[in-house]
C-alpha cells in the first residue's frame, strides 16, 4: 500500500510548492496528515533548513489506522547538501520499514566528476538491485534535494506562468523528470484569514529503472503520473494541500489546520 516510489512522489510534490514563491531563510517545520481511498492513512513531518550555503531537509512519515494494520509502513528520510554557487547534493538517506521490508535503507553519495556528477550508492545502502547505468545517474538531485533546487529557480526567477521547469530526479532506486507548471492562483480561507494561494500542475515521467521487479519485490508503474498542488502564493510559500496518485487511487495531503499561515 505504501511503496517506496511514495517517497519520490510525495518529495517532488513538496519540492515543487513549498518553493513556488520567494523562499524564506527560517527554517519550516510542517505537519500533515494524508488520507488514501477515503481514509486517514499517515502523518507526515517535513523539516526545511538553509543558511544560504548548506542545506538539511528531513522527512517523517508513518501510516496511520488500516493502512498502519495493513502495511506497518514509516519513512525517515534526509538529505544534506551545499547551496551557495548551486545546489548540489551531498548524502541523501532514507530509512524504511514495513511488515514485509524491515531496516531498509536506501544511502547515496553524490561524486564529483570533472563536468558534472554522478550518484553512487553509498555504504550503507542495503538494496541488492544493480545500479542503473551512469548515464541515468549523472547531473541528478534526490527527491529532498529537489525542494532546494526548486527555491534556487525561484530566486532567479526562472519559473513563472509561461516557463516551467524540469529536473532530473534519482531516488537510489529509479530515475525520472519532474516537470512542473502554474494552472491558477486563487484565494483560499484559512482560520478566519483570506489566504493568496497558487494552484500547479507537476508531472513525474518515468526514464529509468521502471522495468522489472526489485529487490522489495515491487514492479513500478511506468505511466506518467500528474499531481496536483495548493500552496500559499506569498513569500513562505507553504504547502497546503496535495494529491498524489498511488496505487490508482489518490493520496490526499493536507497540512494541519492548526498551522498559522
Known sequence: MWPSRFLSRFCAALAFCVAASAA??????????????????????????????????????KTVGLAWLLSGFKLHAISIGESDVEVAPRTFDAFYDSKRRHDKRINLEFVDLTNGSVAEKGPNNSSTDPPLPEEFRRDVIDPLTSITAIRRLVRERSMDRMKGFNLAVYDGKRRFDVEGSVTSTETLHWRGKRVPSINLRLVLRPVAGFDGTSDDEHKPDATPRELEVTLTNDARA???RMSVPIAYVPAVIVLDRDTKL
Open 238 to 240: 507553504i504547502p497546503i
Open 24 to 61: 524564506s531563510a527560517e527554517p519550516l517545520a510542517l505537519h500533515y496528515s494524508a488520507t488514501w481511498g477515503g481514509g486517514r492513512a499517515a502523518e507526515i513531518r517535513l523539516l526545511l533548513d538553509e543558511n544560504g550555503t548548506m542545506f538539511r531537509n528531513q522527512l517523517d512519515l
